[in-house]
């Protein structure tokens, strides 16, 4: 049996903000590190329920689980890309992610791009390969 990965007591996260079909509003937050091994997230909007906040809330618990036993984030997300289900369409206020199938597509697909470097998922040119054009 693999070792949980300790995080530390104090930990730095980055937040995305997004909206998606501009009416559903997710908060993705990432601890800030370079395998990051915690992620949350909190749903807005008028259709959410409590049912369905619970289970986003056991989806991110269980993915933070996962990676703190030493899951491949680049395995994590790749099982949630491409999941298609409501709320999809069109994303707003994300610098790489113009589009999902699902908010577990947007979450894999969050992940992939920013830290895995698959830029083959982003709709626009991710930072990293922005850096060495003029």
Same mark, same amino acid.
């Given at each position: 049996?693999?070792?949980?990965?300790?995080?530390?007591?104090?930990?730095?996260?980055?937040?995305?903000?997004?909206?998606?079909?501009?009416?559903?509003?997710?908060?993705?937050?990432?601890?800030?590190?370079?395998?990051?091994?915690?992620?949350?997230?909190? !749903?807005?909007?008028? @259709?959410?329920?409590?049912?369905?906040?619970? %289970?986003? $809330?056991? /989806?991110? +618990?269980?993915?933070?689980?996962?990676?703190?036993?030493?899951?491949?984030?680049?395995?994590?997300?790749?099982?949630?890309?491409?999941?298609?289900?409501?709320?999809?369409?069109? !994303?707003?206020?994300? @610098?790489?992610?113009?589009?999902?199938?699902? %908010?577990? $597509?947007? /979450?894999? +697909?969050?992940?992939?791009?920013?830290?895995?470097?698959?830029?083959?998922?982003?709709?626009?040119?991710?930072?990293?390969?922005?850096?060495?054009?003029?």
């Amino acid at each position: 049996m693999s070792t949980r990965l300790a995080l530390p007591a104090r930990r730095n996260h980055i937040t995305q903000k997004v909206k998606i079909a501009g009416s559903r509003t997710p908060y993705l937050s990432v601890n800030d590190d370079e395998q990051p091994a915690e992620i949350s997230l909190r !749903v807005k909007g008028a @259709d959410r329920s409590s049912e369905l906040i619970g %289970l986003y $809330d056991v /989806i991110v +618990r269980l993915m933070g689980l996962a990676l703190q036993y030493g899951a491949p984030l680049e395995k994590v997300g790749d099982l949630l890309a491409n999941a298609k289900f409501a709320p999809c369409g069109p !994303v707003s206020e994300h @610098d790489h992610l113009k589009q999902c199938s699902s %908010l577990p $597509d947007l /979450i894999g +697909r969050h992940l992939l791009v920013e830290y895995c470097g698959r830029d083959e998922l982003a709709h626009v040119l991710a930072r990293h390969e922005q850096k060495g054009t003029a």
